[in-house]
């Protein structure tokens, strides 16, 4: 059973910065992609990042390019979203999913990945 649980989220003034891990389990990710999407009130849920287990490549949206770093910790299961220089847009819920598919680059598109967490709160105050 694959399990994937978020944390880090909080309340942070725009300018500032937070850390989301998301923590792996019930299976082996190497030949797979893990990303970070969000959805705000009232509006879909976007892709934000993600990363090729095996390789470390990575995809961001336009939007965060710059400011957001997905990276992960092989040893721990776990992959990190930093944000840094946070807006009041990027205000939203946050879920980490996993896509079981093997594609070197990692997918953008929200219905191929397989596998979600139950999601943290981001609120950036202006």
């Known amino acids: 059973q694959v399990q994937l649980v978020e944390s880090g989220g909080g309340l942070v003034q725009a300018g500032g910065s937070l850390r989301l891990s998301c923590a792996a389990s019930g299976r082996t990710f190497s030949r797979n992609s893990l990303g970070w999407f969000r959805q705000a009130p009232g509006k879909e849920r976007d892709f934000v990042a993600a990363?090729?287990?095996?390789?470390?490549?990575?995809t961001y949206a336009d939007s965060v390019k710059g400011r957001f770093t997905i990276s992960r910790d092989n040893a721990k299961n776990t992959v990190y979203l930093q944000m840094n220089s946070l807006k009041p847009e990027d205000t939203a819920v946050y879920y980490c999913?996993?896509?079981?598919?093997?594609?070197?680059?990692?997918?953008?598109?929200?219905?191929?990945?397989?596998?979600w967490g139950q999601g943290t709160q981001v609120t950036v105050s202006s």
């Open positions: 999913a996993a896509d079981t598919a093997f594609r070197r680059v990692p997918s953008i598109r929200r219905e191929e990945y397989d596998y």
């Open positions: 990363i090729f287990w095996g390789g470390g490549s990575t």
